[in-house]
């Protein structure tokens, strides 16, 4: 097709197509920033904790005045907890569990002399010793959460006291980071006033708060036992009998000791855990998606709206062109032609406007670099919106008889 005809037109409409171009870059540099951020909240959103999420849920008691025997009270609990139907095992745990938020962390080292150097500089770094997540709880825990030994043993009954313990299980990033290119099992770990013997290895599970520097999985088990007025107890059931479980664990617990508080936010599955900890992972979703949307409809309006103006102005030229001789398809091609064009502009800008985006929100939030994958992608999305938003429009311009040049006289 002659192009031609359509480059001396948009010289005559400079201001126009301009803002058109415009309209069309910087929709391309927000979208394909705004997907990228999306695909990034969907990912994280979407991260395995390594425990069995769909059979657990939880519940806090808090107790009212001083209980001199905080174990035989949760023992007793246990038991109740664990006569349940539907309930295959029942723990008291520690407050920190993936994404609840709770952090329990020590600085773990490798060696004395790694501890030594660490608390000589009073900093982990450089001494060998790394900041690690804990999780605890009472016998039993390890399989409750539905994490895997992949070597060594679970702790003994022995080994579950309320202060110091003397045997640990790391998780695989833990093991790799504290011995690199070495056998964690069966070495010591310093993580307290004494070491603690390495007994297992298990499958990674997730931090309490996901960190994103590569040290997520980085998380240690031992065999502390909880020790308070407050504690929180996990039940691993069948994943349709959770709700039935919570509801009659919080009355057996009630009839156990009415003075003490069971609140409701302390009640829930996994599931809802998971659910408020991505809450503004998923309200940042909602918002980009409706902004990307939003933009895109924007430009399919001005498209649309400007190829119904020009047509209305050219009417008397459509009528000469199919007066000499133009068909229908030569009037709908020139349409879509002059949009591609214009489009096209926009995009070679907004590729350029979305790598500088890009590099802004590097420099200002930590955002990784934007894959170039993204800007073909964008570009092909805005083409194929721009020839859709000008079809009607140039439908209606290849319909315009040819007499309508000499009513135009």
């Not at 058109?20 to 994280?44: G, K």
């Not at 833990?174 to 290119?181: D, E, I, V």
Request: glycine content about 10%; hydrophobic content about 45%.
């Amino acid at each position: 097709m002659q192009l031609r005809p359509i480059f001396s037109s948009l010289r005559h409409h400079k201001l126009t197509a301009t803002l058109l171009v415009l309209q069309v870059a910087f929709t391309l540099a927000i979208v394909a920033n705004a997907s990228f951020m999306v695909v990034q909240r969907l990912q994280r959103m979407g991260t395995p904790s390594g425990v069995t999420e769909d059979e657990l849920s939880m519940i806090r008691v808090e107790g009212i005045g001083k209980d001199d025997n905080h174990q035989a009270r949760h023992l007793a609990d246990l038991d109740a907890l664990g006569r349940l139907p539907g309930v295959r095992s029942a723990v008291a745990i520690g407050p920190s569990l993936p994404f609840s938020g709770n952090i329990n962390s020590y600085g773990a080292c490798p060696s004395q002399e790694a501890l030594e150097r660490a608390i000589a500089a009073s900093s982990l770094d450089h001494s060998g010793c790394l900041s690690i997540d804990t999780y605890a709880g009472s016998p039993g825990f390890v399989r409750t959460l539905g994490l895997q030994l992949i070597a060594g043993r679970d702790f003994t009954a022995g080994e579950y006291v309320t202060g110091d313990v003397s045997a640990v299980m790391l998780t695989q990033a833990a093991a790799r980071r504290l011995f690199p290119g070495q056998e964690a099992l069966g070495r010591m770990v310093y993580a307290g006033k004494q070491g603690s013997r390495v007994v297992g290895i298990v499958r990674d599970v997730m931090r309490p708060l996901l960190r994103g520097d590569g040290s997520d999985h980085e998380v240690m088990l031992w065999p502390q036992l909880p020790d308070g007025d407050s504690v929180t107890y996990l039940l691993r059931s069948a994943p349709q009998h959770r709700g039935r479980v919570l509801a009659a664990a919080a009355a057996a617990l009630q009839r156990l000791d009415s003075r003490r508080l069971i609140p409701a936010s302390g009640q829930r599955t996994f599931a809802q855990l998971r659910a408020h900890y991505f809450q503004r992972d998923r309200t940042m979703v909602g918002l980009l998606v409706a902004a990307g949307l939003g933009l895109l409809f924007v430009t399919v309006l001005g498209i649309s709206g400007l190829a119904n103006f020009w047509v209305q102005q050219r009417t008397r030229t459509i009528g000469i062109r199919r007066a000499i001789g133009a068909t229908r398809v030569d009037i709908l091609r020139y349409f879509q032609a002059e949009n591609f064009l214009i489009v096209g502009g926009g995009v070679l800008l907004g590729m350029l406007l979305a790598l500088a985006l890009n590099l802004l929100l590097m420099s200002r939030y930590e955002l990784p670099r934007l894959p170039l994958a993204y800007l073909p992608v964008g570009a092909l999305a805005l083409w194929l919106l721009g020839q859709l938003s000008v079809l009607a429009p140039a439908l209606r311009a290849s319909r315009v008889p040819p007499v309508v040049a000499t009513r135009s006289v």
